[in-house]
T-cell receptor
């Protein structure tokens, strides 16, 4: 199936731990994103990569480090997890056109719970 | 910067009722406008889109018209079904350098009762 996939779907961990979330897309897109959805369902972009280059970094704590080994993958590593990091993290991808239209395709989300 | 304001809800309707979820935006230039839907326990799916003024996006009985004069993109459906119960997000991408970034409204929870 062509899609954006994320692993794991659920992640439960203790405060202070380091964890990673992986994202892969087989849509042939050149741009990938990470969004955070809080408990009130509010969605906010965190990072975006275009052709493995960071293009958006939205005032995210430097405990969060995205890594894009190739155009099809964008992983998110989080150091020293805090309670406030508990959220659902969505990966997305799109094909950058240079114009104003930029449909993004979303993964199923990773629910992170920090205890 | 860009922003999106939508009805916060929750909205509760009976099956076959008419639905309107209001959305207004602030953006420079010529944004593209979207409605995304998130069904319980799932990721976001694009419901419909409009890329220029007066365009009407439509899908699955939902419609929204890009109104530049009122900076609005209200979502409507004539007859909702129980299966439409979900969270609906209005969103935009800017033009030029900000076209990579989707700015979302806060989402509107819709519950449709049989």
């Amino acid at each position: 199936d062509t899609a954006v996939s994320q692993t794991p779907k659920y992640l439960v961990t203790q405060m202070g731990n380091d964890k990673s979330i992986k994202c892969e897309q087989n849509l042939g897109h050149d741009t990938m994103y990470w969004y955070k959805q809080d408990s009130k369902k509010f969605l906010k972009i965190m990072f975006s990569y275009n052709n493995k280059e960071l293009i958006i970094n939205e005032t995210v704590p430097n405990r969060f480090s995205p890594k894009s080994p190739d155009k099809a993958h964008l992983n998110l590593h989080i150091n020293s997890l805090e309670l406030g990091d508990s959220a659902v993290y969505f990966c997305a991808s799109s094909q950058a056109t240079g114009g104003s239209y930029n449909e993004q395709f979303f993964g199923p989300g990773t629910r992170l719970t920090v205890l | 910067g860009n922003s999106v304001t939508q009805m916060e809800g929750p909205v509760t309707l009976s099956e076959e009722a008419f639905l309107t979820i209001n959305c207004t935006y602030t953006a420079t230039g010529y944004p593209s406008l979207f409605w995304y839907v998130q069904y319980p326990g799932e990721g976001l799916q694009l419901l419909l889109k409009a890329t220029k003024a007066d365009d009407k996006g439509s899908n699955k009985g939902f419609e929204a018209t890009y109104r530049k004069e009122t900076t609005s993109f209200h979502l409507e459906k004539g007859s909702v079904q129980v299966s439409d119960s979900a969270v609906y997000f209005c969103a935009l991408t800017g033009s030029g350098g900000s076209n990579y970034k989707l700015t979302f409204g806060k989402g509107t929870l819709l519950t449709v009762n049989p």
